[in-house]
């Protein structure tokens, strides 16, 4: 009783305290500390603790007192430390933590009835250009149960709150984030949740119980909405870039059959099989069984690089192993977009299905007018294996475009050029129309006499397959001058093809013997293009026409017709099976043969 002593402890670093904490404490230091002790009846007291850690990397000081020892009642602690960046805490946490700019830590905990009772709690951090600060309570410290804590973060930039948490994100507008944070004895749950970037903002509420029992399945409920949010600037362009820029086949060239990607990596072969598009991996269907899962999400404007959706109503359910898109509804532009999904993960192999309308969409960087349609069912246990037993329909008819190349891949870029060689040096390219039609069967997607491109001055008639097993294309076009612009043949490429694979696509200007190669094979191919010239179905004044229409009509026929005599609604071509993915085709204008075979294959008349 009446017992007070001042001690104080110095050592070269923290390992020397290992064989007391009886662990294996970093080799930090110097540090020192020191603490007023004090007996008084049946209380132990420690006051003015003081403890202070100097090492090249990291300071950190220590400071509270400590009113009953024994019982570990009325305990107030304050820290800060200061670190050269986050990575300075790598020996300590034993993690590999992001290389970050200089930063400050702080916190406190005040306890006045014991660990087991309520306390208060705080943090912040500063530096890099990013100030977060949480303040709360916590009802059992020792079992870290009942939090609740509202938490405010605030970074000068995205790109310096991303390299925080050790990502790559090139973004400068500034980021706000508010909520209220709970941890329970039965899950975690979060409240008000504001997040505010740019001009962004989203707002929202989620609850989060995981199992109770081993063979349990967790529970996630969401709702979010966001006010606007424009997903472009954190999207880098995708798309392939097989070769360096202004680099494509020239004019007359042939696709290599066996041919080794470069050294260098930049123009691997069209044939390539490394470069798959669709990973063959097994999907973490497992993970579907493990949670139930309902998510609705609302935005008054959401935009992706493509298109701006408005009043978008989303809704994701997850019961049992099968996951549900339905519905998907916003406003594209002028237009509607309905999109239904369902993915059952409780049946082996998952099956899958999408079905997508989109009407009158108005694009955000190329104007015009977007239909899609798109129906498709599959089986698998990859996006390889789903996509190689594909069946389906998907549509895409555009109108009045106007094809900026700046927000275009290289790939995309090429490929326009070579379609409209008059604009080439311009950095808008105007489209009237386009249309692809694929009709899919069993991983054969078959667009024979199903595409069309007509520019300004030229409009261009194709078609080809696409085989979604091996990945390779087989889609050529023809070209035809449009009426009164005193333009030639000559002035064009007469052929254009798309070859090689998804992963590595490239174009080719009037590839030498493809006709000698593919000619006898499988004309359906090209004949929409390349076998109307040569029957002399189509000239300058049926060029002008609406193709596009045309296009479209003449597919829904066949169609109809087809299911109605109960045959394939697809005729199928060889794409690209065991081929290097260059396209069967007729001979084109110039060529040496100009007669057609009497044993071709028959092909529509589209009557232009």
């Known amino acids: 009783k009446g017992l007070t002593a001042a001690v104080a402890v110095e050592a070269g670093s923290v390992a020397a305290f290992s064989k007391y904490a009886k662990t294996e404490l970093p080799d930090l230091g110097p540090v020192t500390a020191s603490a007023t002790v004090a007996a008084s009846g049946e209380t132990f007291s420690v006051s003015d603790i003081k403890a202070d850690l100097s090492a090249q990397s990291i300071q950190a000081a220590l400071e509270g007192s400590l009113a009953d020892a024994v019982a570990v009642k009325g305990l107030d602690a304050r820290v800060k430390v200061n670190l050269a960046s986050l990575a300075a805490l790598n020996e300590l946490t034993g993690q590999e933590l992001p290389d970050s700019g200089p930063l400050s830590l702080g916190g406190s905990l005040v306890s006045e009835e014991g660990l087991d009772a309520p306390a208060k709690i705080s943090g912040s951090l500063d530096g890099d250009g990013v100030r977060a600060r949480v303040n709360g309570s916590i009802q059992d410290l020792l079992a870290a149960n ?55 903002t989203l707002t929202g509420e989620a609850e989060y119980i995981p199992p109770g029992k081993e063979d349990e399945k967790s529970s996630l409920k969401a709702t979010v909405h966001i006010d606007q949010f424009d997903l472009e600037p954190y999207i880098v362009l995708a798309g392939p870039d097989p070769a360096p820029e202004g680099e494509m086949a020239g004019e007359g060239d042939t696709v290599p059959e066996d041919s080794e990607p470069a050294a260098d990596g930049k123009a691997a072969s069209v044939a390539d099989p490394s470069r798959k598009v669709f990973p063959a991996e097994p999907l973490p269907f497992e993970l579907l069984h493990n949670l139930d899962a309902d998510v609705e999400i609302t935005a008054d404007e959401f935009a992706t690089h493509h298109l701006m959706y408005r009043d978008m109503q989303l809704k994701v359910v997850l019961d049992d192993g099968v996951l549900t898109v339905d519905p998907f509804v916003a406003s594209v532009g002028e237009g509607e977009f309905d999109a239904r999904a369902k993915l059952d993960a409780s049946r082996k ?64 870029r090429s490929l326009t050029d070579s379609l409209n060689p008059f604009d080439k040096e311009k950095e808008k390219s105007e489209l009237s129309c386009a249309i692809v039609r ?95 010239v040569l029957k002399g179905l189509w000239d300058k004044s049926r060029a002008n026409s609406d193709v596009c229409a045309r296009v479209l009509e003449l597919g829904e026929e066949e169609r109809v017709e087809q299911e109605a005599a109960g045959g394939d609604a697809v005729p199928q071509a060889d794409a690209g099976a065991g081929t290097t993915g260059a396209p069967e085709a007729v001979p084109g204008p110039g060529s040496e043969s100009g007669e057609v075979e009497d044993d071709a294959p028959a092909v529509h008349d589209l009557n232009l």
Do not use: C
Request: no cysteine.
């Open 349 to 412: 192999p998952a099956v899958m299905a999408l079905d997508i309308v989109m009407e009158d969409g108005t694009g955000r960087h190329f104007g015009g007018r977007y239909d899609l349609k798109v129906d498709l069912d599959g089986t698998g246990n990859s996006v390889a294996e789903i996509m190689a037993g594909l069946d389906g329909q998907a549509i895409i008819d555009v109108r009045d475009l106007e094809l900026e190349k700046s927000a275009m891949t290289q790939f995309g």
């Open 438 to 532: 694929f009709d899919i069967d069993d991983g054969i997607a078959n667009a024979n006499n199903r595409i069309v491109a007509q520019m300004t001055r030229v409009t261009w008639f194709g078609g080809g397959t696409i085989n979604l097993k091996t990945e390779q294309i087989g889609i050529g076009a023809q070209s035809k001058p449009r009426k009164g612009l005193g333009i030639s043949l000559g002035n064009l490429a007469s052929l254009v093809y798309v070859v090689g694979t998804l992963g590595n696509p490239k174009v080719q200007l009037n590839p030498k013997d493809v006709a000698v190669k593919y000619g006898h094979h499988y004309l359906t191919v090209m004949t929409g293009g390349a076998f109307l």
């Open 146 to 200: 009942g939090v609740a804590v509202v938490l405010n973060v605030e970074g000068d930039s995205v790109t310096q709150l991303a390299r925080l948490a050790g990502q790559e994100v090139r973004h400068d507008e500034s980021l706000k984030f508010d909520g209220n944070l709970y941890v329970g004895s039965s899950g975690y749950k979060a409240e008000k949740l504001k997040l505010q970037m740019g001009p962004a």
